[in-house]
Each structure stands twice: as structure tokens, then as C-alpha cells.
């Protein structure tokens, strides 16, 4: 999930202050309309690592808009009346009226990541708390307000960085949390929780934003300009009462151009007998995983999408080679059939649930609805968006019975199509692989690849990541696939004990 | 939320059959339509008591349809198949497919509640197992499915007459299930259980029925007629591709016209040296109890609703007599101020929240928008229908916290009303109380005694009861009234230890 916001976005300062410019100027006008129309409050949440930036966009912010009609609550220690209440009085006796902004600072995601990184609740009652915010949330947005949730996040290693720099400041260094942000455990726990809440509490009426907090520039024009986008998209919306907004922006944007897929690259190549030599060592070492007696305790799922003629096929078939044919299937997914349109989505991949001890390989899979039905239409903007959430509670639900589910994005780049789509044409036996859609789909080269983008934010969890592999050259993208499964499988094993 | 399921609710065997042959041809046109359209599927939960007649509605429902419409789906123990994936495989892999309707018998609550009974999971992972079937059937109705849960239910007496009868049928003994029905124990905690997931995962789209199984008539009359009106409500919505259908019909049927509130005894009396007596008595245990030490960990909130002319005022009256007017707030709740329409609809009620060891009485609550507001049109249905998940779940947050929660309805008849209005018109001082609102209401009775009924059967929990009080004589009703505050903050001390 957070995989995106650790590649370094950054902007130039030019193109940064001509952009507030513009920027400023448009929040200033959508926040007066805000207050004439005054139908609906707006709840912004700044949550993430410490160092981040959160406080500096936050002041920022104030300074960019009407500071009369946007009101920051910090909710450090609550007060006696507060705590002589139950704890979500402090949040309600907090809230905009409808036509303002507030932002919460230490909202109800920082007291419960707090407490379980400090071990005073344990997984049980943070998931409860999560369950609680979901609810808290949905009835806020059927009452109408526009909610934006910011996770601002930095790598381990610019989390050092920045602590050393934050030291140094003498009139920075109050900002410090209790917690002890030096040990590298904090950090690994605070994002392994952070991930768990984000996870069960993105939904498409209130998604997580993840800012990557690195670059002051880029994280600044990041917020204002999804808040921006947001307030306009809800400030447009027909009058007809309370109404949830959806939220249609990417989970981390890339002002920038620089998304985790367009980061990739695309050069890496093997030689041809480090291939040789390669591919035998990990094939053998799959045939031996998936032969292995603790294989009974799982199964296997390994999920194929990429760009069309990005080698899904051969990368599948080195996969099997080794492997006794009774053991794995493979499913190719195309258009649903007629008995799987009269069925809910998720429905034609669930009958397709290996039983313990068999592997299933998807060729194509159901992040279909996220990636060509949303490009292609095929689906509301409503229902891709809530499949987010829904394939990760599908995939928890796969992981928690202890499957192993590896997923793969095969990445070429557009030269490397071409050439493939021709030799497919010129080539006897491999022209059946080639269609008008395949060239259809070519010329929305860049919406598939934002789609991709974002659908890798939103479901590459610690349970179930997303492994992008760089498939210009093929021996090195099935080399990776093979290794990427094998690792998948040792390090479940390995959690067994 | 089990009251209006223990009041013997009955048929007469001629209004049945009258009624059954309607029902039975209009079943068939609806299903036969549903066919025909293919929009949606049908998914029917069968849940509650032992011997409540589950097996026999659905023997008849299959027997009123068309069985090659209708599949009955009972999940007894897993195949070997379903235990080596996933739980919810089994489920996914029984879906019905558009136009066609399932009956699932011994679904994911079965199973769940048969687990916490038997101490086999705890309470943590009953909520979590709650929270994973109300995402599961979320997503099924955003998928476009019609889904109706019920519970069939029977009064501990109920039950023991009911087992008596089956064991001495030797056709029916196998039916008893595992579970020891025989124990009071069993029922106990099955029905707490019950209770708990039931007010978790009753929601708008997906809300549970609560049948009374007594009357074999009444019960197969309830089901039928909440199965044809909903269909019939799904099939009329004009066809814009999958969407949630809200459920609007009562939680409890009363066919009979036998409603809580109608059933209530008008007719109890206390003698005037009687009330004297035990209102002082009542008065004195109240101001020791909210004077008493324990009273530190809690704080106390009384809600009255009630018709008009009911004698609320009065009723608070003698509650606050006997206290230190620093330690209550009367809050009388009329139409919302300005700052209070800016707001989410639970905000006017949150800001008055009671600190520890104070005590808080609403004269009319939060409970208008399922009473007044439902009834007057002034919010939507989809608006009402959402209110009463998030009342149940406010309510959880104030008890959990300590807070004593207790919620009174004042019923007095039609006749009583009609006199207290004249009176009021008689005295000058009592003039202001009468309105031409008051007059208007009264045309609309049976809407606010139904829209009442349903409030108290939806939001009637273990945690936070309704108290039904017979009103026609005051001083009955004022006693009962001070008497159920008195044993509440006493129940809630003894918890304490």
C-alpha cells in the first residue's frame, strides 16, 4: 500500500510556485462556495509517520485558505470533561457545521495506533476499532459530509534522515512523539498496523490518501490538490439532500509522472545461460515446495495481469513446467459467461478456489474490474470503486485460511509492444494472439497504466503484495516470477512453525 | 427486540385460509415475474429458536412456490471439499443466480452463535464474525441481491411446551439439534447471542425479521407476506442495473393486530393512598442511589416518549423531586436550532451526553427521526431506515461507557387523550400545552402507534430496553416509572462487583 509514496515523488520548485499560484486561488473559491451553498461540513484526517510533514501542510493549509472558515483540532490528552464521556464525544462537540472545513489532527486512528503500538490493546480490539470508525464514517458521509483521509509516509531509511535533521532544530524537536521513533521497531509496527487500518478502512465513500512526505513541494501540492479536486467534484453534485460523494482521485498521485509502474526499470535483462542455469534452480525448487509435506497446511494462488503481449503466457508456462499437471490449474479469464453474469463479481473466481495443497494460476483475474472494466466502462465508476475493499476482504479471507496469494504485474514498455504485436502478426502460429482490441487497448495506453497505478496502491497489503516484474526481457521476468513464488512459499512455511 | 415475538401472536384458521390463497397466487406471479425480469437473486436466511417451525415454513414455502424457482440450501456439517477453503466458499458456491430465489437454512450465523453457545469462540470473534457477515451481505446487495433474514423466535415457556411436544413425536426427535435445548442455560444465551449479532447486523438493506413461532398460522402468514411485499417492491424499482432495496416493512409483522404497544393492559391503577406511599419510597431509593459512591462510575439517562398528552411532564416532575437540581438536565427536544441543522442528525443529542454521576433526561430524544420525522415525511426513508443502526450503535457506545441507559414509552388510549386535550382547553393555565399540532397528530394515530411498535421491537436491546408504561392512570405510570430508574442504576451496581 505504501509502496508508491517511497520512490522519491518530488517537484521542482518552478513548476511548484506556478502551480500554487493557481492552486491557491482556486481553494480560495471553492471554500467561499463551500460557505454559500453551506450544504455539506468537510473532515479532513492527518494521520501517518511521524516526520512526514504533517504539521508543516497542515500550517501551510491555513495559510493558503480563508483561515475564518477552516479550524484545526489537535486531540492530544483529553480533558476531564472529556474523559468523564464516552470517547468519540471529544470528535462530535468537534465537528464543522455544514459550509466549513475542520482538520483533525490526532483523530481516532492516531489514539488506536498509538495504543496497540505501545501493546496496550491488542489486534482483536484494534479491528473493532476499526470496525467502529468504518461505522462512524459511513454515517458521517449519509449525513453528507465530505471526508478526506491523509496518510503522509516515509521509508524507513528518509524517516532516519529526517529524525537526525529534526534533532538538530532546536525549535522543531518539541514535535517528537512519545513514541520512540529511533527504534526501528516502532517504525515496522506503526506501519504494519497503519496498514492493517487503512486496509479495512478504505471505502469508496472515504479512501485513504498516502502522501509520500519526503519532498515538502510535492506533498503540498498533493493535498491541496485533492482536496481541491474533491470539494469541486461535491460542490458540482446536483442538489438532492445529504448524498455520499465517491471518490474517484488515485490513491497516491504522481504529479510528477513518476508512478511506482513508470518507475520501473525497464532495462534489466539475463543472460542466456544465467537463465539456463536460473530457471532449473528455481523450478526444481518449486517442484520440491509444492511437494513438500507442509504444503498441506496451503494452497496456492499466483494472479497474471499485465500489459497485453507482456509474456503472461510463457511466464505461466515456466511456471508449470515442473510441476505435476495434477496439481495446479490453470484459469484463463475472459468475458464472464452467461451463468457468471447472473452471478455477484466475485463469484466466477470463488468456484475457482484451489483446495488445500493444489495451486491455481490466474491468467488475468478479478482485478478485471478495476483495470479494463473501469477503463473500458464496462462497470459504474460506483461498483469499481467499492471493489477495492471488496477484493481486499476477499484476499484476507484467502490468507487468513492460509493461502498463499502471489500477484504479478507484467511491465513492458510501449516500443516492446509494438514489436511483439507485429511479430505476433508476422508469425504463423502466434497470430491467433493477436486482435483488433489488442490495438483498441493500445491507444489508452496511459489510462491503463494510471489504473494499474492505483490498483496497485490500493491492494498491495502486507498479506497479499503486489510483485511488479520488469518484462522488456522475457528470461529475466520469468526467472523473477518463478523466484517471487518460491520466496512467497518458504517465508509461509516458515511462519508455521 | 424479542418483546413483540412473545405475545402470542395468532391466526384464525378461516382469516388463514382466506388469506393463503391470495398469497399463494400472488407468490407465483412474483417469482414467475422475478424469472422472467433476471435482475436480481434472492437469498433467504432461516434463523432463531429450536422448534420455532423453521423446517415447516420452508417445507410450505416450497410447497406455496414453484420449486424449480426455489433451492433450500442447509449447510450441516462441511464436506471435506468445503474444509479445505475458505469458509465462506461453501456459501459462495450455493449463491442463487438472478431470477432465482435460495433459502439458506443454517447459514454463517448458525454457525456462529452455535460456536459462542457452546464456548467454543468468544465474544471478540462473535463481533468480528458479525462484522465479516455484514460486509459479505453489503456487498452482496451492492451487487444487486434481495436478501430477507429471519428469526424465528419463541418464549422460554414457549419453548419448553414446544420440546415437550416434538420429544413425544418420534417423527420430529431428530430434528433437535446439538445444542441442549433443554437447558435454561441454552436459551439464555443463545437468545443474548441472538440479540447482540441481530442489532449488529440489522441493517437498512439487509435488516432481520423477528417472527413469533407459536401459531403455525401466523408464522407461515408473517414470512409469506414479508417475502411477497418485498419482491414486489424490488420488481416495481425501475431497472438502472444493480441497486440496493430498502426494506421497509416492520421488524415484527402484526397481522393480528396484536402490537406491542396495542397489547399493553391501559386499564392498571394505583390506589391514591398507594402512590403516595410508593412514591415516596421510589423518590427516597432514587436520591440515595444517585447519591451513592458507585454512582462515580456511571451516569444515568432517561428518555420519555410517548403520545400526546401522555403525562411525560409529570412523570419527570416526580423523577427530580427528590434530587439536587445540580446533578439533573431536563433537555426537552423540540425542532432543531440553526447551529443544530448544520450538523449530522445524533449532534443535538451528543452535546448533552451527561458527565460521570450526572444524570440526563431527554423530554422527547433522538428517537424523533423514527417517530415524528418518519411518520411527517420530514426526512427521507432511506434517511429513517439507516437511523435505527445508528442509534443502536450510539446507545452501545453510551452503555459501554457506564452509562445507564432507560427509555420509556407512555401509552394511553385514544379516549384518555381525547379527554386530557379537553381539559387542557378548560384550564388557562394548561392552554399552552394544547396545539393545533396536537390535533393534527392525533388524525395520524395508528401511523405514530405503528412507527412506535417497530421503534421499540428495532431498538428494544438487552443493553438499552424500552420500558412500555401503561399511562392512562398517572400515578401508575409515574411509580412504574421511577421504579424502573431504581432498579436499573441497582442492576448496573451489582454488575460493577
Redesign the interface.
Known amino acids: 500500500m505504501f509502496e508508491s509514496a517511497e520512490i522519491g515523488h518530488s517537484i521542482d520548485k518552478e513548476t511548484y510556485e506556478k502551480a500554487v499560484i493557481e492552486l491557491r486561488e482556486a481553494l480560495l473559491d471553492a471554500q467561499f462556495e463551500l460557505k454559500e451553498q ?1 450544504r455539506f ?1 468537510v473532515i479532513i484526517l492527518i494521520n501517518g509517520i511521524e516526520g512526514a510533514g504533517k504539521g508543516e501542510t497542515v500550517k501551510l493549509l491555513n495559510e493558503w485558505m480563508d483561515p475564518r472558515l477552516i479550524q484545526v483540532e489537535s486531540f492530544l490528552k483529553p480533558s476531564d ?1 472529556e474523559l ?6 471529544r470528535f ?2 468537534r ?1 464543522p ?3 466549513r472545513i475542520s482538520i483533525f489532527f490526532g483523530n481516532w486512528y492516531s489514539q488506536m495506533l498509538h495504543a496497540r503500538v505501545y501493546g496496550d490493546i491488542d489486534d ?2 484494534l ?2 476499532g476499526g ?1 467502529a470508525a468504518e ?1 462512524f464514517e459511513r ?2 458521509c ?4 465530505l471526508l478526506f483521509k491523509f496518510w503522509f509516509h516515509l521509508s524507513k531509511k528518509q524517516l532516519k534522515t529526517r529524525l537526525k535533521a529534526l534533532e538538530k532544530d532546536p525549535e522543531h524537536r518539541w514535535r517528537l512523539s512519545e513514541l520512540d521513533w529511533k527504534q526501528s521497531e516502532t517504525y515496522d509496527q506503526f506501519v504494519r498496523y497503519g496498514e492493517r487500518l487503512l486496509r479495512r478502512t478504505s471505502r469508496d465513500y472515504a479512501p485513504w490518501y498516502v502522501v509520500e512526505g519526503v519532498d515538502p513541494r510535492y506533498r503540498s501540492l498533493t493535498v491541496g490538490r485533492t482536496l481541491l479536486e474533491g470539494l469541486q467534484a461535491a460542490l458540482d453534485m446536483q442538489e438532492k ?2 448524498e455520499r460523494l465517491a471518490h474517484a482521485a488515485p490513491l497516491v498521485a504522481s504529479l510528477d509522472n513518476r508512478g511506482l509502474i513508470a518507475s520501473l526499470d525497464l532495462s534489466r535483462t539475463l543472460g542466456k545461460d544465467a537463465y539456463k542455469q536460473q530457471l532449473a534452480r528455481e523450478q526444481e525448487r518449486l517442484a520440491m515446495l509444492v511437494r513438500d509435506k507442509r504444503f498441506r497446511r496451503h ?1 496456492l494462488i499466483a494472479v497474471f495481469e499485465g500489459n497485453d503481449a507482456a509474456g503472461k503466457g510463457g511466464a505461466i508456462r515456466r511456471v508449470t513446467e515442473s510441476i505435476d499437471p495434477r496439481q495446479y490449474h490453470i484459469v484463463p479469464i475472459a468475458a464472464p459467461t452467461e ?1 457468471e ?7 466466477r473466481f ?2 475457482h ?5 493444489q495451486f491455481t494460476i490466474f491468467d488475468r483475474s478479478w482485478y478485471g474490474r478495476v483495470l479494463v472494466e473501469r477503463v473500458e466502462g464496462f462497470c ?1 465508476e460506483a ?1 469499481w470503486l ?1 471493489a477495492y475493499a ?1 477484493i481486499n ?1 476477499f484476499e484476507e ?2 490468507v ?2 492460509g ?1 498463499v496469494v502471489v500477484k504479478f504485474w507484467l511491465a513492458i514498455d510501449k516500443n516492446t509492444q509494438m514489436e511483439r504485436f507485429k511479430e505476433r502478426e508476422e508469425t504463423s502460429f502466434k497470430r491467433y494472439k493477436i486482435t483488433e482490441e489488442d490495438w483498441r487497448n493500445r491507444d489508452k495506453w496511459d489510462l491503463y497504466i494510471d489504473a494499474a497505478t492505483d490498483m496497485v496502491d490500493r491492494t498491495s497489503t502486507e498479506i497479499a503484495p503486489w510483485t511488479l516484474i520488469e518484462a522488456n526481457d522475457k528470461r529475466f521476468a520469468r526467472v523473477k516470477v518463478l523466484r517471487t513464488i518460491n520466496d512467497a512459499l518458504e517465508g509461509a512455511y516458515k511462519k508455521d512453525k
Chains 1, 2 share one sequence.
Open positions: 453551506a461540513p470533561e468523564s464521556r464516552p470517547a468519540q464525544w462530535w462537540r465537528l457545521p455544514k459550509g482483536a480490539t479491528d473493532a470496525a461505522r454515517m458521517l449519509d449525513e453528507g459530509a439532500g445529504p494452497s451463468e453474469r447472473a452471478q455477484p463479481y466475485l463469484w470463488w468456484r478456489i484451489p483446495a488445500r495443497r459504474s461498483d467499492r471488496e476482504d479471507q484467502l487468513e485460511f493461502i
